[in-house]
Every structure is written in C-alpha cells, then in structure tokens.
C-alpha cells in the first residue's frame, strides 16, 4: 500500500510517502491508523491527536471504519487550509 | 473549468475570456483570494500552499459539479495556485456565469466556502524572522460549509 503524508504529519514524520505491507487483521482506515503510529516514535507522535488527522483512501475523504486494501493509495493531512 | 498551477493568472484576461461568446449570460461575478501581510496580529513574509495533485483537481471538479447542479450556471472556473506566494500575490480566482445576478453570485460564494474545506491545500506562513508554522482551518470556514448544506438556489 502507499501511504501519502502531507502539511505537518510529513514534516513530523520526515517522510512523504512510503510503501507499506499490511498485516492480517489491518481492514480499515482506523487500524491502519493505529498500526502506521505504532511503526516509530515520529509515527507515533505525528498521529498521536487523531481529531485532527483527516484520511482520504484513493483521493477521497475516508471515515474511520472505511475499508483499506493492499492496492489502495491512502493519505494523512491535517485539516485543509485552502481558498 | 478547474486549473490548478504555480504561475500566477490574469484576472483580466480570465474574465474577459470568460463565458465569452454566450449572449445568454446576464451576469458575471468573481472572487480573487490573496495572501495577506498579517495574520492573528503578526507579519506574515510569504506563505507556501502545498497540495496533494490529483486529489486537488478532483475535489475542485466535484466543487464544480455540485455548484452547477444548484444554480443554472452558463460557465465555472476556479483557478488555485500552489508553491511560495508573497503577500499582495493571488492564490484563487472563482469565477461564475449565469442568466442572472442572483445565481452567478450565490455560486461564487459556494465555491470560495466549499473548496476552502474540501480541497486538499494546506499553507504554510512564514513571518520575517524565518519562523515557519502551518495554518490551522478554521472553525468558521466550516461554518460557512455548513450553511450550504441542503441549501438550493430556488
């Protein structure tokens, strides 16, 4: 799966994209939320408040129970400040 | 049309170029966003937009849809740029056509309060002594989302 960091969670986490393997047991957007902040402390700490962490999986907005497979494009932002 | 790009634009000419050639369209309105010099009380030296390409186009061209759903619009665009700006420097120009007053202006605010909390731009302000802190949204902003919801123009 790619994973896309954006605004501060890429400064945080000092990385704008990665490719990450999900484990069995990872099928929604919350748990790969919580397995991705468990894969170092700059993880860790970038998702640590997650109300101001929005997720779109494929370009859009996801909600938390929304499902992720291994071929999805998932990205992290915070809040968008636009306009 | 949705165009999204680092160089600047023209107002005048978009404008002009604008729903040209339609002798239907009564009414033009427009809304232009620049980057200010101040911002919460504090000097502001530059500001950069960054965005995520593709998801950017994608949400502006759903921004589009809906706003042309809503309203009887002749023609739409919505020009947003990214990169490093200084103050005075545009960041977005929305433009609206449409039979009438009413519709042309109702839609160029839905589309400047709509793409402010749904499409994927997020500034970074640097002020004059190099700090560099992102922009927080604003509550405001999605307050004026809000007020569009379920919204109709009649």
Known sequence: MKVLYFAWLKQKIGLAEEEVTLPAGVSDVAGLLDWLAARSPRHQEALARRSVVRVAVNQRYARPDCPVRPQDEVALFPPVTGG | ?154
């Open chain 2, 1 to 154: 049309m949705i165009r999204v790009q680092e160089a600047d634009f023209d107002i005048g000419v978009e404008l002009a170029r604008f729903a040209s050639g339609d002798r239907g369209v009564g009414g033009v309105a427009c809304f232009v966003g620049l980057v200010r010099d101040m911002a919460e009380g504090k000097p502001i030296s530059a500001m950069t937009l960054e965005h995520y390409p593709g998801m950017t186009e994608k949400m502006l061209a759903e921004t589009e849809a809906e706003a042309r759903r809503r309203w009887p619009l002749a023609d739409c665009l919505v020009i947003h740029r990214y990169g490093r700006l200084r103050p005075g420097e545009r960041i977005v120009l929305v433009a609206t056509a449409s039979a009438h007053r009413r519709a042309a202006l109702e839609a160029c605010q839905f589309l400047i309060d709509w793409l402010k909390t749904q499409a994927p731009f997020w500034k970074l302000e640097e002020s004059p002594s190099g700090e560099a802190r992102w922009v927080e949204a604003k509550e405001s902003d999605d307050r004026a989302t809000e007020r569009w919801r379920g919204a109709r123009a009649d």
